[in-house]
C-alpha cells in the first residue's frame, strides 16, 4: 500500500513514517510544500528506521515528494498538518484523490490560556468536519492518531502498548485504517464511531497535553482503554 504523508516532515509525520517504515512493507510518501524538504526528511527517516533494523536505508521505501504528488500517487492520504491548514492543504491535493482513497485525520484545534490547553475546533463543530467538507464527496474520511504523542512514535526504542480511536462513516475505510494502525506495533485501534463523534475523539488531544504537563514522567503519555 502507499501511504502520503501530508506534512510529512513534521512530528506527527516523523512518528508515523519511522514506524510504518520499520514494521511495515509499506511504501511511505513523505509530502510537503517543499519538495526538497520533503526528499530531506525522507531521508533521515530512513536512516532512523535502518538504525534500528540493522538494515540498508536505500532499501526502504520512503521517499520526499510535493503534498500534490504524494497524494496523487497514494491510496491513503494522512493530513499531518496544523489544523488550521487542513483545508488549504485538501484544496490542494484534492484533484488528485478518487473514491479508492481514503483522507486521514490526526488534527484536533486547540487554544492555550494560562490554564492550559483547551479543545477549539473550527466552525463546523470538528477539524473532521471540516476535512469532510474540503475534501470530495466520493472519498471516504477517517478520523485516526489524534491521542498518540508524535515524540513517544519517534523514539524507536519506546514500546507503545497504547490505543488509538478511529471514526469515520464509511465502513470499510474504517477498517483500512484500523488494519494500517495496528500493523504498528504496540498500536491497538478501537473503532469510535462516526464523524460525528470527532470533537469527544479530537478534545482528547488537549487532555492529554495538559496531564502530560502538570505530572512529572508523563511526557508523552498515551492511553489504553482498559
Ligand atoms: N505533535 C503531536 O504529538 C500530535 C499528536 C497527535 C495529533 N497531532 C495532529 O497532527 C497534525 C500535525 O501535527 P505536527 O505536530 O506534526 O505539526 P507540525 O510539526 O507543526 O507541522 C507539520 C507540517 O505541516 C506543514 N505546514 C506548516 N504550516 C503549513 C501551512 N501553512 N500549510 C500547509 N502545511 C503546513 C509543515 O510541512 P512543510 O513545511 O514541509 O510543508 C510541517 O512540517 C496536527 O493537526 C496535530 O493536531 C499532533
Known amino acids: 500500500m502507499r501511504i502520503a504523508l501530508l506534512g510529512g516532515t513534521g512530528d506527527v509525520g516523523e512518528g508515523l513514517a519511522v514506524r510504518w517504515g520499520r514494521d511495515t512493507d509499506h ?25 534500528d533494523t540493522g538494515g540498508d536505508p536505500d532499501d526502504l521505501a520512503i521517499k520526499g515528494f510535493t ?9 491513503i492520504v494522512v493530513l499531518a498538518v496544523p489544523p488550521y491548514h487542513v483545508a488549504d492543504t485538501v484544496e490542494t491535493v484534492a484533484d488528485g484523490l478518487d473514491a479508492d482513497d481514503v483522507v486521514v485525520t490526526p488534527a484536533a484545534g ?3 490560556d494560562e490554564d492550559g490547553f483547551s479543545y ?31 515524540g513517544r512514535l519517534a523514539a524507536l526504542d519506546a514500546p507503545l502498548g497504547i490505543d488509538t480511536l478511529v471514526f469515520g462513516d464509511a465502513d470499510d475505510a474504517v477498517s483500512r485504517i484500523v488494519r494500517l494502525a495496528e500493523e504498528i506495533d504496540g498500536l491497538r485501534a478501537l473503532r469510535a464511531g462516526g464523524l460525528g463523534n470527532a470533537p469527544e475523539v479530537e478534545s482528547l488531544t488537549p487532555l492529554l497535553i495538559n496531564v502530560a504537563r502538570e505530572n512529572d514522567d508523563l511526557h508523552d503519555l498515551g492511553v489504553r482503554f482498559d
Open 67 to 75: 503534498n500534490e504528488m504524494a497524494a496523487d500517487r497514494a491510496e
Open 120 to 150: 477549539h475546533p473550527p466552525g463546523t463543530g470538528s477539524v473532521a468536519a471540516l476535512v469532510r467538507e474540503e475534501t470530495p464527496d466520493a472519498v471516504p474520511v477517517v478520523g485516526a492518531f489524534h491521542n498518540l504523542a508524535a
Open 27 to 51: 511504501e511511505l510518501l513523505v509530502g510537503s510544500r517543499d519538495p526538497e524538504r520533503a526528499r530531506e526528511a525522507a531521508t533521515a527517516y530512513a536512516e532512523t528506521v535502518a538504525a
Open 110 to 112: 486547540m487554544q492555550r
